[in-house]
């Protein structure tokens, strides 16, 4: 956990709403065809480059097994009335593919560059899989070498985006502080560097440039069939970008998957030698990147997860509900998601001394099924 620090100082101390990743990568690697799984929408996936002229915005759920559970326990036996299930959400957007030159403007060019600009985190779809009949800009299948174009680019996008704010404020001496950082994020970009790496930023100084290199990365590779059982060759991937966060899928099979009814879907990926689909996997290297972890909250109405920060404190969740809940906080009635189901219901896990009062300095834990007293 300590190696992902860095990216703790970046995000803001109380995240609301949907975690927002930028699908990005070269033209023709799967992030249509991938968005469209994870959406089952219809954008358009096509056998050439640039299909994908407006961005595209999808809100998919994060696959939470829990939810259906606590929904079991809180359903009403009588009249068989279950709580609506909320899960949290991911906001991915799909945008036109990036190519070498970007940042000049080249391609799409810098346009697209600011639909991304305001994203949470970076996913880079590369290549990994071979098909002759489908275009690779620069002639072969390369994943490295792809994701050293992507990260030149987002370099040079940012140095841009440095430079212009130096430009701005280097005569002015109210900010003498901000253009040291600048100077210092310039050097580090002028190297090749991207921030992230950086452990000298002052990240919250530079938060309203919206960096690229800045924010966490997620790699997607995008294998062809075979490769979604093959170890080493995942293994050997996963190396290439470690220690951001990887994931292994194959968009076109993923793109089967999401046409499918449930069962039928879980039977292929187990013909398939696979535990999770590649999308619901990608939605939880999502939460890790960013640091980002859930609580539940459950009644007879509703069962929902919720998104906050790791290392968040009880009033700052009850915040991710409702700002009122943080400034009124009391106290959260607390008991892990294991003990209310193993207790059967909340009344019996408060029986059985499994339900915690923790005031406001309780650091929030994953498992966490949360109560907030506060007042208004
Ligand atoms: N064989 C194979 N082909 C794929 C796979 N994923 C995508 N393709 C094909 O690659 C082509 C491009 O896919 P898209 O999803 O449109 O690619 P993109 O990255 O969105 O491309 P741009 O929007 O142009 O940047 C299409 O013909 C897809 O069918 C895969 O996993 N295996
Ligand atoms: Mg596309």
Same mark, same amino acid.
């Given at each position: 956990m300590g190696k992902h620090a860095v990216i703790a100082i970046f995000l803001p101390k109380r995240y609301s709403g949907s975690m927002k990743i930028a699908i990005v990568g =070269? %033209? !023709?690697?799967?992030k249509s065809t991938l968005f469209n799984a994870l959406t089952r929408s219809q954008v358009l996936a096509a056998n050439? %480059? #640039?299909?994908?002229?407006e961005p595209n915005v999808g809100i998919v759920p994060v696959p939470d097994a829990r939810l259906a559970k606590l929904a079991a326990l809180y359903t /009403? %036996? &009588?009249?068989g009335r279950a709580p609506k299930i909320v899960p949290a959400t991911v906001t991915f957007v799909d945008v036109a593919g990036l190519v070498r030159g970007a940042s000049e403007?080249?391609?799409? &060019? !810098?346009q697209f560059l600011a639909h991304i600009r305001e994203c949470d985190a970076v996913c880079q779809v590369v290549r990994a899989f071979d098909d002759d009949n489908v275009t690779h800009v620069d002639d072969r299948v390369n994943p490295l070498a792809d994701i050293q174009t992507i990260n030149t680019e987002l370099i040079l996008a940012d140095l841009q985006a440095v430079d212009r704010r130096l430009a701005k404020v280097?005569? /002015?001496?109210?900010q003498r502080r901000l253009v040291a950082e600048l100077e210092k994020a310039r050097a580090a970009l002028d190297a090749?560097? *991207?921030?992230?790496?950086?452990? /000298?930023?002052?990240t919250e100084m530079l938060?309203? =440039?919206? =960096? #690229?290199? *800045?924010k966490p990365f997620v790699f997607a590779f995008n294998v062809s069939e075979a490769g979604l059982s093959d170890a080493p060759r995942r293994a050997e991937l996963a190396a290439l970008v470690s220690p951001a966060p990887s994931v292994v899928v194959c968009a076109k099979v993923e793109a089967s998957l999401s046409e499918l009814p449930p069962d039928e879907a879980s039977e292929l990926l187990r013909e398939l030698g696979q535990e999770e689909s590649g999308l619901d996997a990608l939605a939880r290297a999502g939460q890790q990147a960013l640091r980002l972890q859930s609580f539940l909250t459950a009644g007879p109405k509703e069962v929902r997860a919720w998104t906050i920060p790791i290392g968040a404190t009880a009033p700052q969740a009850a915040g991710a509900i409702h700002t009122d809940f943080e400034r009124g906080f009391i106290r959260a009635e607390v008991v892990g998601y294991g003990d209310l189901l193993a207790a059967g219901s909340l009344a019996a896990a408060r029986a059985g001394g499994k339900v915690r009062s923790e005031g406001r300095d309780y650091v929030m834990r994953p498992d966490d099924v949360v109560e907030f007293r506060f007042n208004v």
């Open positions: =070269l %033209p !023709n690697v799967g050439y %480059p #640039f299909a994908t002229i /009403d %036996p &009588g009249s403007g080249q391609g799409l &060019g !810098n280097r005569k /002015d001496a109210a090749g560097e *991207l921030l992230g790496s950086r452990r /000298d930023l002052d938060r309203e =440039l919206q =960096l #690229f290199t *800045l």
